[in-house]
């Protein structure tokens, strides 16, 4: 039998779509793991990005630093913290959040960078502090690139969140490493279709955002400065 009718059946068939190891609640894990990890990346590398893009402070140690923790192997990564946690779900998220920090931080120093400095200029003539002038100018111009560094982590997170499952984890990668383990290839060409089509659901929705948020915070930096 072909098999992509094998995976459409393995689709169809009701069993896979109840109980704790169905389609919905892997699904629901996913999306879980992947959120979690995005909102802890955020909390670690927007106030630092915030910080170096408004400085300049430290510049080359955090593109070097970035570059340096791009390269790092997540599942490599992954294996030695279950080594000193065990297996649970922190090792996971501790792999997925430095995968995760880099294009975050990259993305909101970039954005500070990419500001006019007469605007900024503009806006300490003004009377602003440099408090005022970073979160009610320089952050609302630089947010294009502050959510696409976002948007960048998310797609990341949600294709390399699958090694959850290498160590028995849950969300859509136990589907990949299960069928692996089984030789069930509907149920792993399953899986993977699925991390696909999550992934470019996630990029629309974050795309729709940051077209509307992005214009909204350009016209209150436009106000802010008259």
Do not use: K
Request: proline residues 5%; charged residues 10%; hydrophobic residues 55%.
């Amino acid at each position: 039998m072909n098999i992509y009718v094998e995976t459409w059946n393995w689709f169809t068939d009701p069993v896979h779509w109840s109980g704790v190891y169905g389609i919905p609640h892997r699904l629901f894990e996913h999306v879980e793991y992947t959120l979690l990890t995005v909102v802890l990346a955020a909390a670690i590398a927007v106030p630092l990005g915030l910080w170096i893009g408004h400085t300049g402070r430290f510049r080359q140690i955090a593109v070097s630093g970035t570059g340096a923790m791009r390269a790092l192997p997540t599942l490599g990564l992954l294996t030695w913290v279950v080594l000193w946690q065990g297996v649970n779900l922190t090792p996971v998220i501790i792999a997925l959040v430095v995968l995760a920090v880099p294009p975050v931080l990259a993305g909101t120093y970039s954005g500070l960078e990419s500001v006019n400095p007469q605007t900024i200029d503009a806006a300490r003539a003004m009377g602003m502090t440099e408090w005022q002038t970073l979160m009610r100018v320089e952050v609302p111009l630089a947010m294009p690139l502050i959510i696409g560094g976002i948007r960048s982590a998310l797609v990341q997170v949600v294709a390399t969140a699958t090694v959850a499952g290498y160590v028995g984890m849950g969300g859509l990668g136990r589907f990949l490493f299960d069928g692996i383990a089984l030789r069930d290839y509907p149920q792993m060409l399953g899986g993977s279709l699925m991390v696909v089509l999550l992934a470019l659901v996630l990029d629309g929705l974050c795309a729709a955002a940051q077209r509307v948020v992005s214009g909204e915070h350009v016209r209150l930096a436009a106000n802010a400065t008259v």
